[in-house]
């Protein structure tokens, strides 16, 4: 066997990706990449109830959409299902499974019993020695034999040594009575096959390990290493859904803020490089190890991550920017409008956090506000109007040019021989021709509009305030 690290991703498509899942995602993607190994995509569409084709498709968008690129074609766990019944078969044969009869009444009675009790239950052996006495109807399930005596000992890459007594792992099932194998089987047979060297996912799996591992013996296997990630909590503790905002990974998307934002807060959240909080893909790359993976529970923090992304919207060029943020506008844009946005995004990109926020402040560029805030009318006075009124008069006459610097001096010089302060008439400008209170430099945005798209706007803000 070569020792190249080979690790996988291996979500289950019965739900939208959970943005947990993304983070276990991209600490296996980090640690390949690390090693120069490989990173694996592995569907586990057993559950056919469940899974989804949609869910499935979802799982390709948002680890492209991350860069989270894989290694060869992904694994359809479902298209495997001869291989994981041959592996307990062959167990069978080979005296390490054996085929159990009990009916499921049978069994929940016994369950009953130990609930009243108040012992904890697992499957008794009932027929790991055969059982011959047996209604011939009855279709079986296979039952691995577990190892009775002595420790399972796990080694985790992040939780430390975890052990548990063997005596309390029960014979788990390898395939149901209706033919189909377990998740615990095909995991292992897929692992195993993939040559998966290392299994990294959520700690909430460190149960099944135990269990995975007696299958691994009982194959002869090699045992890879584990390292099971702390699941993301919300601010109350509770683990993260949908009541605390957003959970699952499209909704991020659609929240609007960037891969690259994600995946930054993603790997900060339980994982640390000195003081770093802004960290490139590449220095990921490099500095990704398990010795800075924190065992206890991560606690998501949507602030931290909207000044990521503010971060990172900042980074971006304009152009990609733009680019980026089309399907985020709810109308189509001309080239004119494109061009002016461009224009004027140096300034917008300071003030964004999502791209949602970009693309609504982008508006002004592509259309006159159509209500206006209420918080405009503080400088719709009728001394207001009367001001815009004038400044409308100049800017027909040429006496103001719209030259961003030369209207602002003119500006100025008008609010001085007005005896007003220029921030009342800047507001007003503000409110005419964004329909809010915030933008940009007023200067800014009419040396992009121009001349008649800003008289258009004066005007019908003074008309709107006038009636
Ligand atoms: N399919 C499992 C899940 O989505 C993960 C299995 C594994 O990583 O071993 O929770
Ligand atoms: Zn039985």
Redesign the pocket.
Known sequence: MNNKVNV?????P?GVLHIG?VR?ALFNWLYARHNNGNFFL?I?DTDKLRSTDENTKLIFKILEWLQINWDGEPVI?SSRMDRHKEVALDLVARGKAYYCYCTPEELASKKEYCLRENKPYKYDGKCRNGNTNHDLNIKPVIRLKSELDGFTVVNDMVQGEVKVNNSQLDDLVLIRSDGTPT?MLS?VVD?HDMNITH????D??LT?TFR?IQIYKACGWDIPKFGHIPLIYGPDGAKLSKRHGAASAIDYMQLGYLPEAISNYLLRLGWSHGDEEIITRENAIKWFDFNSVGKSPSRFDMAKLQNLNAHYIKERNNESLLEYALPFFKCELTEENKKNILKGMNSLKERAKTIVELADSSLIYVKAPEIYDDKCSKYATSNHLELLREIITKLNNAEFSTNEEELCNSIKEFANLRNVKLVEIAQAIRGALCGKLASPSVFEIISIIDKEETIKRLNSFVDHYSK
């Open positions: 996988r991703f291996a979500p289950s019965t899942s276990t592995r586990e766990q998740y995991v692992d299994v990294i996912r959520g909430d799996h099944n995975q």
